[in-house]
């Protein structure tokens, strides 16, 4: 069975890079004021309508990677649980919170890599945050109910959404908030056709992500924020993936 791409160290750098080491001396040039960094942080900072959350509670970054997300929720909620599928990200996000720092190198030219680290703001409340192993499609009932339930880009990677929305109901109290960004990036390497939620026709007609969301939460969430979140992934210094995840945000009713 091939190595799953984000339990590679390659996979690793990139991502510790997205999530705490891009700054705009590492951008293309013209790309420093396009809004591209700090994303997980947007997703926390941009997403949440907090004007509507309590001043304390708990928050579920499901499908968390390397953890800056989680960090961000824990300014705001006393009790962060954040799981991820990749043991080798668990890893280096639980580094992260016992140390508050981590040393790692990023590609630069071919084999050529410069060092890094990434470090979690002094500010942050780090021991707020418990991270796991764990699979989005298969939660365990023990997790509890929350106030914000984050998934940042995770939909268009497993190999069955359907089944992870339909536990997101008994996960979120009344009056909380469900966060979902996704570049609706389907791809049958990470899931099987028949399970894309969008990017296809069928009867002649377009089927888009954003309505099947729609027809998936409609009966316990309503749709209360929409808006594009533009992201950078670097994989070397003249090389960058550059792309706009959609972000709804969602109320329970």
């Known amino acids: 069975m091939a190595k799953n791409f984000y339990d590679t ?6 991502y510790l890079l997205f999530h705490y080491g891009m700054t705009p001396r590492l951008l293309p040039p013209g790309m420093a004021n396009c809004g591209v960094l700090e994303f997980p942080v947007r997703c926390v900072t941009e997403c949440l309508d907090f004007a509507r959350l309590p001043k304390v509670g708990r928050a579920f970054d499901l499908g ?3 953890g800056r997300a989680s960090f961000e929720l824990a300014r705001h909620f006393t009790d962060v649980v954040a799981l991820d599928f990749s043991r080798q990200f668990i890893g280096a996000a639980r580094h992260l919170q016992a140390k508050g720092a981590f040393d790692f190198s990023y590609c630069e030219e071919g084999e050529l890599t410069l060092p890094c680290r990434a470090r979690i703001p002094a500010a942050i409340s780090r021991n ?3 991270f796991g192993v764990g699979d ?5 009932k023990s997790l509890g109910t929350f106030e914000v339930v984050l998934m940042a880009n995770l939909i268009d990677r497993l190999s069955n959404p359907r089944k992870c929305l339909k536990q997101l109901p008994g996960l979120i109290h009344k009056g909380g ?3 979902i960004t996704s570049p609706y990036t389907w791809l049958r390497e990470y899931t099987p056709r028949q399970h894309w939620l969008g990017g296809f026709q069928r009867g ?3 089927v888009r992500t954003l309505d099947t969301l729609k027809s998936l939460l409609s009966a316990d969430f309503q749709l209360i924020r929409r808006r594009n979140l533009p992201f950078l992934l670097r994989e070397h210094s ?3 993936q550059l792309s706009v ?3 709804t945000t969602w109320l329970r009713k």
Do not use: D, I, N, T
């Not at 160290?9 to 990139?14: D, F, I, K, M, V």
């Not at 989005?136 to 365990?140: D, E, F, G, S, T």
């Open 238 to 240: 003249r090389k960058c």
């Open 128 to 130: 707020r945050v418990r």
């Open 245 to 247: 995840a959609e972000a």
């Open 204 to 206: 002649g007609e377009p």
């Open 9 to 14: 160290e390659r996979a690793l750098s990139e």
């Open 64 to 66: 968390c990677a390397v």
């Open 177 to 179: 908030q469900l966060v």
């Open 136 to 140: 989005a499609m298969r939660l365990p």
